[in-house]
């Protein structure tokens, strides 16, 4: 089973970028559909964005369409988050996740994925 570690957090202005990497090891990361996921305080885990396993296919919530672009390098075992425009409702704790790749990017629910990074802080100041 893969492991999966983010990276690339911190504390931005609005109007700022950041771009978050999820690195895995211990499985074969062409095997899964990938997915970024985001927790603000006091809120459920909501999904942000998904790319097939060959990275062909993108689906992204409403929210961040045209500001965030997801990305995946198979042959460095890494997916991508480029997040441009940051606006402060977009602080929160990110998360990697993955499932495997028979599995649709299209379904956003953080239970259809069984596998999860430990996360990491975006903070957006306004």
């Known amino acids: 089973q893969v492991h999966l570690v983010e990276s690339g957090g911190g504390l931005v202005q609005a109007g700022d970028s950041l771009r978050l990497s999820c690195t895995t090891s211990g499985g074969t990361f062409s095997a899964y559909v990938m997915g970024w996921f985001r927790q603000a305080p006091g809120k459920e885990r909501e999904f942000v964005a998904a790319i097939s396993w060959g990275g062909g296919s993108t689906y992204y919530t409403d929210t961040v369409k045209g500001r965030f672009t997801i990305s995946r390098d198979n042959a460095k075992n890494t997916m991508y988050l480029q997040m441009n425009s940051l606006k402060p409702e977009d602080t929160a704790v990110y998360y990697c996740?993955?499932?495997?790749?028979?599995?649709?990017?299209?379904?956003?629910?953080?239970?259809?994925?069984?596998?999860w990074g430990q996360g990491t802080q975006v903070t957006v100041s306004s």
């Open positions: 996740a993955a499932r495997e790749a028979y599995y649709s990017i299209y379904d956003t629910l953080p239970s259809g994925y069984h596998i």
